[in-house]
């Protein structure tokens, strides 16, 4: 019990007084981890996004810095810190400094009312998936001012394609939401996440509570493959990375940014990727929700509902995006365009019309 | 103030602004700053750039836009009648409807008359992307 | 505090307004408009308006300007380049303005007026203060109401007819759309596309 003592001590000693003076520092704390959850998603997915693009190619990935090379996006962190900061002189100075920031926002504020453990939401607003769809949808123009302001031919391509992307995905991705909505009666993520843990009119057997998983239904099953390969478009991942290939465009819109704007853009591009998979955990895999057990005992407790499953699934997430990434050619923007608006936007809207009768027959 | 139900998108808000300001920051502190004529040009894969890049684009993007937008309209009233079609399709009454189905044949014919529109999009060929 | 909030939210959309209809950066004025449109979603929120932020955050912030980021593009002229605002018509303009505004705060007061009679009527349950300030933010809504579930029965049940008229608006758009932006309507001779959607583009600017 020396650990509890010492957690206690730091307790009494530090956060109790300074939680005497100023009660207010309680509002602080979801910025904190929120914080510290980008910073720490990010630097774990530039090193697995090179061991797992090196795994797919039989090479061996970052080897140096660090047991199996985990010490290198600490490196690329600082290289980037360190670098020198260059705008070019035919740039629209303030504007080109001001997207970073528009770019950055949405990728935060959207973790406002995501639920990464049982409790553990920063705000559970009334709002909530509403919000986070409409938050989804302003980064677009961050990335137009960002390819615009540079005055680049790469960088205005870039952007113009990723801003003709983001917004011809966001309609499936709307529209796959909309069902999850039907399905679920309400718009707050917790909800969501514990009409997935089961109820008494559930049909699932008590040892696999997985079964009542949104996925786990006809409409959930379609939505969330709608919202998987929406999100793939959302996040510039191949197969439509498009804005940014960097065979024909460099690097899409951020071509002329470097140093810490740039990285700014990274962190904020590989964010979005982790917040995506958070979001289709949440909405289609039971969230933080056990799928083995919800009330373990002994051993078992460590796999009961928890944050623990939320980091399982995003991560089994995230590695079928990289997969997806490094064995899909990428699309054309005409096929990108029949992707959406011939196969996924028809597709969402039968779907709704199945989510009716599902709604109808099974309950709300 | 503190029992605000949205204060904490205020201080994400906030947070967010001071997290990238801080980044540029410390790197400000960090980095060299060594200027040059060439580092200032704009990047063309070391071409002299010709012209500005702020040219005219297809009209087809603004399409997309447009198209974009209804249907973003669209799913904004789809929401509200998601979230309560449940209620009302298993407890009309208490809702003050006459029939369950009345919220489905509204939805429907609601989006019927879009698709209408989508098909309409389809036909003409504005969903196909031209090249000239 | 939420007073504070408020101006600190209401000043900034304010210069961000002006700097939309007076900089030659076209470049600018978009950024700005779209800074200011996300700031009304910040008051909008601040009143405990959930619904209204949302869509704003949506269509406006997320929509409507990028359509203008988009139609200006259009335009050779104007992107990129300095473009001239002032048209000489600022004094009618200025008196057109001021007109609406004195028409939506009749409006506005004339609601406000309404429900401080209700709320006398009932026993006073929330007074209005006159403070422009506090009737707009500080007003307390009562608990037991619930912005979002409460939106939903209203739209759907009370105001099925301009639910309905609201698609065939949203077809009318669409078709508009494919008429205006399809490249095979608009027979433009060697790539030049004619400067179209004044009125588009009048309101983004």
Redesign the interface.
């Known amino acids: 019990m020396a650990e509890r003592g010492w957690l206690e001590n730091w307790v009494n000693g530090i956060v109790q007084p300074l939680y005497e003076v100023a009660p207010w520092i309680v509002h602080l704390v979801p910025i904190l981890w929120i914080l510290i959850l980008i910073v720490g998603s990010v630097l774990i997915l530039i090193w697995a996004e090179r061991k797992v693009s090196a795994d797919i190619q039989s090479r061996v990935g970052p080897l140096h810095h660090g047991p199996y090379g985990l010490f290198q996006s600490i490196w690329d962190a600082l290289k980037l810190l360190t670098k020198e900061d260059t705008i070019p002189k035919q740039a629209d100075r303030l504007v080109f400094c001001v997207a970073p920031y528009i770019v950055f926002l949405p990728a935060i504020l959207a973790y406002v009312v995501i639920p990464v453990g049982n409790g553990l939401i920063a705000a559970d607003l009334n709002v909530g998936l509403w919000y986070l769809v409409a938050v989804g949808s302003i980064a677009v123009l961050g990335i137009i001012v960002a390819g615009w302001a540079s005055n680049n031919k790469w960088s205005l391509l870039g952007g113009m394609r990723a801003a003709a992307q983001l917004i011809t995905y966001e309609i499936p991705m709307f529209l796959s939401v909309v069902v999850i909505i039907m399905m679920a009666g309400t718009l707050s993520l917790d909800q969501i996440v514990r009409s997935q843990s089961g109820g008494s009119w559930s049909l699932a057997p008590p040892d696999a509570p997985f079964l009542n998983w949104n996925c786990f239904t006809l409409p959930g099953m379609i939505a969330a493959v709608l919202y998987l390969v929406a999100a793939l478009a959302e996040v510039n991942r191949q197969p439509f990375d498009l804005p940014e290939s960097e065979s024909e465009l460099v690097s899409g819109f951020n071509t002329e940014y470097s140093g810490m704007r740039f990285g700014i853009f990274f962190v904020a591009e590989f964010s979005n990727t982790a917040l995506v998979s958070g979001i289709a955990a949440t909405l289609f895999f039971g969230g933080w929700s056990s799928p083995i057990v919800s009330e373990g005992e002994g051993f078992w407790r460590i796999f009961g509902d928890g944050v623990l499953w939320y980091f399982v699934k995003i991560t089994i997430l995230i590695y079928c995006m990289m997969w997806v990434k490094w064995t899909l050619p990428r699309v054309r923007i005409d096929q990108m365009l029949q992707i959406a608006w011939k196969g996924l936007i028809p597709l969402a809207l039968i779907n709704i019309a199945i989510a009716v009768a599902h709604v109808a027959w099974v309950g709300a | 103030m503190t029992g605000h139900p949205y204060l904490q998108l205020l201080i994400m808000t906030v947070g967010g602004i001071l997290f990238v300001a801080a980044a540029m920051i410390v790197s400000w502190l960090l980095r060299p700053n060594r200027p040059s004529e060439v580092k200032a040009s704009t990047y063309e894969c070391g071409e002299e750039p010709v012209g500005s890049a702020w040219f005219q684009f297809p009209a087809q993007f603004y399409l997309i836009a447009l198209l974009f937008v209804v249907f973003e309209v669209e799913a904004a009233f789809l929401i509200p009648w998601a979230l309560k079609l449940g209620d009302f399709l298993h407890h009309a009454a208490a809702e003050g409807v006459g029939s369950p189905w009345f919220v489905v044949v509204e939805m429907a014919i609601f989006l019927a008359i879009l698709i209408l529109g989508w098909v309409y999009a389809l036909r003409k060929g504005a969903l196909e992307w031209i090249t000239e | 505090?939420?007073t504070l909030?408020f101006f600190g939210l209401a000043v900034p959309i304010l210069v961000l307004a002006v700097v939309v209809v007076t900089t030659p950066?076209i470049?600018?004025a978009?950024?700005s408009l779209?800074l200011a449109l996300?700031g009304v979603a910040?008051l909008f929120?601040?009143m405990?308006a959930?619904?209204l932020?949302?869509?704003q955050?949506?269509?406006y912030?997320?929509?409507?300007?990028?359509?203008f980021?988009?139609?200006v593009?259009?335009?050779?002229r104007v992107?990129?380049?300095f473009v001239r605002q002032q048209t000489g018509l600022a004094g009618p303009a200025l008196v057109v303005g001021l007109l609406f505004f004195v028409v939506l705060m009749g409006i506005g007061s004339g609601y406000l007026a309404g429900l401080e009679d209700e709320a006398a009527a009932a026993g006073s349950v929330h007074p209005v203060s006159r403070d422009l300030a506090e009737r707009l933010v500080l007003t307390d809504v009562p608990e037991e109401i619930?912005?979002?579930?409460d939106?939903?029965?209203v739209?759907?049940?009370d105001y099925?007819i301009p639910?309905?008229i609201?698609?065939?608006l949203?077809?009318v758009?669409?078709?508009?759309?494919?008429l205006?932006?399809?490249?095979?309507?608009?027979k433009h001779p060697g790539?030049e596309?004619e400067p179209e959607e004044p009125a588009e583009e009048g309101e983004g600017a």
Do not use: C, K, N, Y
Request: net charge negative; aromatic share 6%; proline share 6%.
């Open positions: 505090m939420e909030v950066h470049l600018r978009v950024v779209f996300v910040g929120f601040l405990r959930p619904i932020g949302v869509m955050l949506m269509i912030a997320g929509g409507v300007v990028v359509l980021a988009f139609a593009m259009l335009v050779r992107t990129g380049e619930d912005p979002v579930e939106f939903s029965p739209m759907i049940r099925v639910f309905e609201a698609s065939i949203l077809l758009a669409m078709i508009g759309a494919v205006v932006g399809h490249p095979l309507e608009q790539g596309i």
